[in-house]
DNA sequence: ATTTATATACCGACTGGACGGTTTAGTTGC
DNA sequence: GCAACTAAACCGTCCAGTCGGTATATAAAT
């Protein structure tokens, strides 16, 4: 099946970019086949091909979202300070990263609104968000903390994509401090 | 211009229940003048002589849901036990209240959607939630802690309205306790 | 070697339906 | 007589998905 011939890169490949691009761009509301096929460099019949529906873009948008950040987590964990809630701490790093680094959120918004209009989209980071909790639960020594911390970023990064972020530069790394203070140090007794 | 007359329901109020009820059911990116006009037991023409365009109804059921927020808050601030962090609690509590009841969770989300067609929807929101802040900030005893339970809560609700939340009734509950630990109590040293 | 067949990857005009908004002509209740 | 509609046709635009066709490569048959 998989024809990926020679050194150019995939047509999947371009598509999937393009379509990222326009989501940060124009929001996902507005994302529209021809636009994306303009982007990519082909035409709406040859996405159609590669993607048989704008459903299926969608989703393989969001699965390789998903294989990002999953990367981007595993790459950070060899180099994690130990120290308690290290899963906790992890998950936290890899968010806080991705969501102030690129235009990540932009995507990550888009894609929240493609679920509204079709939920079932969201099912893969349904199982992601739970075998992280798994994995928090079963590698916290804090568990309060541990969730209280992941929730907070949760709390910013949601903030963020919406572009609702009341904070400054200053606050935000005041607030990253405290994530970091909470999850080594935990809730006061 | 407010002709609002004798018992009945206005229009005005019975549009944006209709309005708020259909986005709950299929997203606000489903969400056409028919559908709200026809639940709404009026016409078409009707619901543009109330809204002349949809981005105006869009707006207006915004702005209901701000001033919802704000009088639960407000009509909880009474009952508020006395001691630290006061805002932040408030908040938190008003937030983490409206969440599990009813059906806020789902409007809110298609509202969210609608912003990314039309972001200016979302000013107002921007504006409450930096009033927000200045508020946090100004009755904190302990800033950091506030800060942090006030974006778990975003998180977690967050989380709750895209039906993301992996968490058990029982897992709610605990860290809805640990939340008003955090804000009572701050984080360890 | 040449024809024939098959598969892959793509093009782009077109269709059909949905939807926001307009218009028009009429109705009801104060 | 005006405000608040109803009812229904209509317009223009947008857009997902269809479909017949094309180019290229590789393989099979003769």
Redesign the pocket.
């Known amino acids: ?5 020679r050194g150019r890169k ?3 490949e ?1 598509i999937l970019d393009a379509a990222a691009e326009l989501v940060a761009e124009i929001g996902a ?9 303009e982007r990519a ?17 969608l989703q393989a948008m969001i699965q390789r979202m998903i294989d990002q950040v999953s990367d981007a987590k595993e790459s950070l964990r060899a180099q994690m300070a130990p120290g308690p809630n290290l899963e906790a701490r992890l998950v936290a790093t890899t968010l806080l990263n991705m969501c102030c680094g690129g235009k990540m959120q932009e995507v990550a918004t888009g894609l929240m609104v493609a679920s509204a209009e079709n939920p079932r989209l969201l099912d893969p980071v349904r199982g992601v968000i739970s075998a992280t909790l798994e994995q928090v639960k079963a590698n916290s020594d804090d568990l309060d903390a541990a969730l209280l911390g992941w929730l907070a970023v949760e709390g910013l990064s949601n903030l963020e994509m919406h572009n609702l972020s009341p904070f400054s530069d200053q606050d935000r790394e005041r607030i990253v401090q405290a994530i970091n203070r909470l999850l080594t140090k935990g809730i006061a007794k």
Chains 1, 2 share one sequence.
């Open positions: 099946m998989l024809g990926n011939v995939s047509s999947r371009k509301g507005r994302l529209t086949l021809d636009a994306v096929a460099g082909l035409s709406k019949g040859g996405l159609l091909y590669n993607f048989p529906s704008k459903d299926a873009l």
